[in-house]
């Protein structure tokens, strides 16, 4: 496991001390997790970076303006397109987001919107990878377009019930954009999510406590 990255999704910045304390690489940060995460204040977003950049510690901005569904209108896309630019200023080291089409397909005038106003090399195409139509087919238009990695859990409840599927992704992508398993890794099944899937990188609210 020291050669995989962990990955700790934190809500606000109550726990950021602590995940610096148990050797957190990269931090995803978020606010509402209870709705699968919304993209956090400029003010905590500020504090955060400010005391991971102190620490050699990443971190990466969620943007989603909303819980629900990834379908947005303009004004929500503009609010995400603000969300970045203030996110820019403040430092972070990468962002975290995805649009898709109400077909389950990946939204491409709306994502190249957001991938112009950065380097998709900083970039994350989140969790709403699992409701796309043809997974396959996003891997090879996300790497296409440069996105440095998804953030996948599987199309099962379970994170274990999805492990031939991850090892699936991971073979496909063949090194052209990293996937990156989450939603019920913890640190006691992060080693074995690692060596039955191939991949280098995890991510998860318990993956270092």
């Known amino acids: 496991m020291n050669n995989v990255v962990k990955e700790v999704c934190l809500e606000n910045d109550t726990h950021v001390h602590q995940a610096i304390q148990y050797g957190a690489q990269r931090i995803e940060l ?6 699968g995460g919304t993209t956090v204040s400029s003010e905590t977003c500020k504090r955060v970076v400010a005391t991971c950049k102190s620490n050699g510690v990443m971190v990466m901005a969620l943007i989603r303006c ?12 503009r609010k995400m397109e603000a969300s970045i630019s203030s996110f820019k200023h403040i430092g972070v080291d990468g962002f975290v987001f995805g649009c898709l089409t109400s077909e389950n397909k990946l939204h491409v005038p709306h994502m190249q919107r ?5 380097d998709p090399q900083t970039v994350t195409f989140h969790m709403a990878f699992d409701q796309l139509e043809n997974p396959f087919e996003a ?21 274990t019930e999805n492990l031939s ?9 063949n090194e052209r954009i990293v996937i990156m398993p989450g939603g019920g890794v913890t640190k006691d099944n992060a080693a074995h ?14 993956i270092l406590w």
């Open 165 to 173: 599927t991850l090892a699936a992704y991971e073979t496909y992508a």
């Open 139 to 159: 891997i090879d238009q996300l790497s296409h377009w440069g996105v440095k990695r998804i953030l996948t859990h599987g199309p099962h409840k379970e994170i």
């Open 30 to 35: 978020c606010d509402n997790l209870d709705v």
């Open 66 to 77: 909303r819980g629900g569904d990834f379908i947005y209108n303009e004004a929500e896309l």
């Open 114 to 118: 957001l991938l112009q106003l950065v």
């Open 193 to 206: 999510i690692a060596a039955a899937t191939g991949v280098k990188e995890l991510h998860g609210t318990r």
